[in-house]
């Protein structure tokens, strides 16, 4: 996911580094001047293919649709909070390159921010049919992290920096309260009728589309963004 360009733009000369922790994220540079990539890349050639059975290739598939759904679901995720939170979209895409993303502007706040950006995750979670949140441990992981400025680029890396950015002098404790506020609120706006609804036909036009622009994103929420917007309104009184 990409984080509006405003944001990211002092950081395009600073090459973050990998979190160390498995799955996370890889050390890239943070490039504002990301280009879709509307045409999915071949995981395997015909060439490579042959030199399997049919079995394992069926493994293989069967492993990469599930990865891809689990993907859709994740992007969708971002995309849905981004879209509560009045962000103009530029386009969302999924199982197209190795990196999934969405590309938005919106203003600046925590409260914005954070649900986005955990937004993914519940998504993701709920597509696994296990949403799990972050432990203690995992998030003084992450805090001590963009402390001494190693952080990498997954969600849960930004997300820290992010609550670091909005509260210097804050606790540990403090700023895990806070995290496991925006958690809860996500948890609870995204695991309802209407958030579900929303997720799910966003997250199968991913599937069928894989690169889906701002203005197809809202033609298909429909009536649904409405809805979920005011549910999000509510629950932040």
Request: hydrophobic share 40%; aromatic share 6%.
């Amino acid at each position: 996911m990409e984080a509006n360009e405003q944001d990211a733009a002092p950081e395009t000369a600073r090459l973050l580094q990998p979190c160390g922790a498995v799955g996370c994220c890889r050390a890239e540079e943070n490039k504002s001047d990301y280009t879709p990539t509307e045409e999915p890349l071949v995981r395997f050639t015909a060439e490579q293919r042959a030199e399997f059975s049919a079995e394992v290739l069926e493994e293989f598939d069967a492993g990469c649709r599930e990865r891809d759904r689990i993907t859709c679901w994740e992007e969708a995720g971002h995309t849905v909070l981004a879209a509560i939170n009045h962000a103009t979209i530029h386009f969302v895409q999924a199982c197209v390159t190795t990196t999934s993303h969405l590309s938005y502007n919106c203003r600046n706040s925590e409260d914005v921010d954070l649900p986005i950006l955990i937004g993914g995750r519940v998504a993701r979670g709920m597509a696994e049919h296990r949403i799990l949140a972050p432990s203690k441990t995992e998030m003084v992981f992450f805090l001590q992290k963009a402390r001494s400025d190693s952080e990498g680029t997954c969600d849960w890396c930004i997300c820290a920096r992010k609550l670091l950015r909005y509260n210097p002098d804050a606790s540990d404790d403090e700023l895990i309260a806070k995290w496991r506020h925006h958690w809860a609120m996500t948890v609870d706006l995204l695991d309802s009728v209407t958030g579900r609804c929303a997720l799910d036909h966003l997250a199968s036009a991913l599937a069928e589309k894989k690169h889906i622009s701002g203005v197809e994103v809202q033609e298909i929420l429909g009536d649904t963004w409405g809805t979920i917007v005011l549910e999000w309104i509510l629950r932040k009184q």
